[in-house]
């Protein structure tokens, strides 16, 4: 169930209020007691406790204290954090619904801290015998404030909508979302937003002969599909397109080169990628950014059978590309091959693409950011970087120095799949950018996008990372 934030004009003493503050002196005394104003500042300053909360039996009253950080980009992290610390008082408390007050004038703070609240409210309850049992009580945060812009609640609930939608995705098992599964929702999302989607079957595929897609879905039982969503407004402020390409691997065994158990487990969220292209591109349509974006979701399982491909395989890729097959759980570059060389058709702006790529990227950073790197796109590079810090989707730059080029040439063809032990993440990145030709920035969010446990306002799971991210940095375009 989504959490909705909305906007109120006035406070009614019989609401749930949330008074957020940084400076003791604006503990307002027509909400709250001498007793209880005595008390805060009392636990404040000889335990550091900054949240508390008071049951008025027709209401619950909380105050949160948050520290005066400096830095804007982290002031805001901040208040989303405590949002969601919050959060577990107000569902514990079975609360329908509350409001945050703005006392200190704070506006872009206090839709931080709601959105924060937001993020951390979801849930994914499809398979629960009894969901009502198990879902949280608060569904919606209303914003009190003098100057809060209506607009930026607008956006940020379609943010907030999008990346729920992300996370579904990314948790929902291959049992049902398979790649026809997958573009029959992205199509059902280009309909709610206005966005044009176009499926491309298998038999299309092999038309086009990219034969990375079809390679990886060989051993499948199921098509493959490559989707293709476009928003073009006809105020758009670019003449050529931003494109996103999203890996939308739907399960990965690995193929012959086959996971262990353990590494298998979580492999219906291989298409972390795919959940997140779709799910900005939805939110930028949705918005009606003047903006004009493309997302391409190539999208298969990988699996094995007596078809499947294997190592020392030669194919064919959309550009003609002769690449050896060295292991076959790479399977995730030689599907996204195809998607940026098809992309160059649209003479881009600029390509990002969106991969839950490589190990090594989630051993050299773990959750805590996403291994990035570009080609001719330094500029745009450090404008992604600015709304990666803007929503803490933080980018860490790797090179993609020539030297590593010759890490993924091959003796029998023109490049492998796979370089050598060392720089995996980066070697991945370097196959990638043979394809493309145009200004490009990888992104390898193998780390973040899904999470074993809980971690500040991204729950269990599947996080819906880079949504939030995409968003911002198209949002700067205008």
Same mark, same amino acid.
């Given at each position: 169930?989504?959490?909705?934030?909305?906007?109120?004009?006035?406070?009614?003493?019989?609401?749930?209020?949330?008074?957020?503050?940084?400076?003791?002196?604006?503990?307002?005394?027509?909400?709250?007691?001498?007793?209880?104003?005595?008390?805060?500042?009392?636990?404040?300053?000889?335990?550091?406790?900054?949240?508390?909360?008071?049951?008025?039996?027709?209401?619950?009253?909380?105050?949160?204290?948050?520290?005066?950080?400096?830095?804007?980009?982290?002031?805001?992290?901040?208040?989303?954090?405590?949002?969601?610390?919050?959060?577990?008082?107000?569902?514990?408390?079975?609360?329908?619904?509350?409001?945050?007050?703005?006392?200190?004038?704070?506006?872009?703070?206090?839709?931080?801290?709601?959105?924060?609240?937001?993020?951390?409210?979801?849930?994914?309850?499809?398979?629960?015998?009894?969901?009502?049992? /198990?879902?949280?009580?608060?569904?919606?945060?209303?914003?009190?404030?003098? *100057?809060?812009?209506?607009?930026?609640?607008?956006?940020?609930?379609?943010?907030?909508?999008?990346?729920?939608?992300?996370?579904?995705?990314? *948790?929902?098992?291959?049992?049902?979302?398979?790649?026809?599964?997958?573009?029959?929702?992205?199509?059902?999302?280009? /309909?709610?937003?206005?966005?044009?989607?176009?499926?491309?079957?298998?038999?299309?595929?092999?038309?086009?002969?990219?034969?990375?897609?079809?390679?990886? *879905?060989?051993?499948?039982?199921?098509?493959?599909?490559?989707?293709?969503?476009?928003?073009?407004?006809?105020?758009?402020?670019? /003449?050529?397109?931003?494109?996103? $390409?999203?890996?939308?691997?739907?399960?990965?065994?690995?193929?012959?080169?086959?996971?262990?158990?353990?590494?298998?487990?979580?492999?219906?969220?291989?298409?972390?990628?795919?959940?997140?292209?779709?799910?900005?591109?939805?939110?930028?349509?949705?918005?009606?950014?003047?903006?004009?974006?493309?997302?391409?979701?190539?999208?298969?399982?990988?699996?094995?059978?007596?078809?499947?491909?294997?190592?020392?395989? $030669?194919?064919?890729?959309?550009?003609?590309?002769?690449?050896?097959?060295?292991?076959?759980?790479?399977?995730?570059?030689?599907?996204?091959?195809?998607?940026?060389?098809?992309?160059?058709?649209?003479?881009?702006?600029?390509?990002?693409?969106?991969?839950?790529?490589?190990?090594?990227?989630?051993?050299?950073?773990?959750?805590?950011?996403?291994?990035?790197?570009?080609?001719?796109?330094?500029?745009?590079?450090?404008?992604?970087?600015?709304?990666?810090?803007?929503?803490?989707?933080?980018? $860490?730059?790797?090179?993609?120095?020539?030297?590593?080029?010759?890490?993924? /040439?091959?003796?029998?063809?023109?490049?492998?799949?796979?370089?050598?032990?060392?720089?995996?993440?980066?070697?991945?990145?370097?196959?990638?950018?043979?394809?493309?030709?145009?200004?490009?920035?990888?992104?390898?969010?193998?780390?973040?996008?899904?999470?074993?446990?809980?971690?500040?306002?991204?729950?269990?799971?599947?996080?819906?990372?880079?949504?939030?991210?995409?968003?911002?940095?198209?949002?700067?375009?205008?």
């Amino acid at each position: 169930m989504l959490t909705i934030i909305g906007k109120t004009e006035r406070l009614f003493k019989k609401e749930n209020l949330v008074f957020l503050i940084t400076d003791l002196r604006n503990l307002d005394e027509k909400y709250l007691s001498k007793e209880e104003i005595k008390f805060i500042r009392t636990q404040y300053r000889d335990n550091k406790r900054d949240i508390f909360s008071f049951n008025h039996f027709t209401n619950w009253i909380f105050v949160n204290i948050l520290k005066k950080e400096r830095v804007r980009t982290k002031r805001l992290e901040e208040y989303r954090s405590a949002g969601n610390k919050l959060l577990s008082k107000i569902n514990g408390n079975k609360l329908n619904s509350v409001v945050l007050v703005d006392i200190e004038g704070k506006q872009e703070e206090l839709l931080a801290y709601a959105e924060g609240m937001a993020l951390g409210n979801y849930q994914f309850l499809k398979y629960k015998k009894d969901p009502a049992e /198990k879902m949280n009580s608060l569904n919606s945060i209303d914003l009190y404030s003098k *100057n809060l812009d209506e607009k930026l609640i607008d956006q940020s609930n379609i943010v907030i909508d999008a990346t729920y939608t992300a996370r579904n995705f990314v *948790n929902e098992p291959v049992s049902y979302l398979n790649a026809v599964t997958f573009s029959k929702e992205i199509e059902k999302l280009g /309909k709610k937003s206005d966005a044009k989607v176009e499926v491309l079957n298998k038999k299309k595929i092999e038309s086009l002969k990219m034969g990375g897609l079809l390679a990886v *879905n060989k051993g499948s039982v199921d098509p493959p599909t490559f989707t293709i969503m476009e928003w073009k407004p006809k105020n758009a402020v670019n /003449k050529k397109p931003y494109i996103f $390409v999203g890996k939308g691997v739907v399960y990965d065994t690995g193929g012959l080169n086959i996971k262990t158990g353990e590494y298998m487990y979580d492999m219906k969220s291989d298409m972390g990628g795919a959940a997140a292209v779709s799910g900005a591109l939805y939110a930028i349509a949705a918005a009606r950014l003047p903006v004009h974006v493309i997302a391409l979701i190539p999208a298969t399982d990988n699996r094995l059978n007596g078809n499947a491909y294997v190592s020392g395989d $030669v194919i064919t890729m959309y550009d003609k590309t002769q690449v050896e097959v060295i292991n076959t759980d790479a399977e995730g570059r030689m599907i996204l091959a195809d998607a940026l060389s098809y992309a160059k058709q649209y003479d881009p702006e600029l390509v990002i693409d969106v991969a839950t790529l490589t190990g090594a990227a989630m051993r050299a950073i773990g959750k805590f950011g996403i291994v990035a790197m570009n080609s001719g796109a330094d500029k745009e590079f450090i404008l992604l970087k600015k709304s990666g810090d803007n929503v803490n989707e933080r980018l $860490v730059e790797f090179p993609l120095w020539e030297d590593y080029y010759d890490e993924i /040439k091959s003796d029998i063809a023109d490049i492998k799949n796979i370089g050598g032990s060392e720089a995996g993440a980066i070697t991945a990145g370097k196959f990638l950018e043979h394809f493309t030709g145009y200004p490009y920035i990888h992104l390898d969010i193998a780390g973040p996008a899904f999470l074993g446990k809980p971690y500040k306002y991204s729950t269990r799971g599947g996080t819906g990372v880079g949504v939030r991210l995409l968003f911002n940095f198209i949002k700067s375009k205008v």
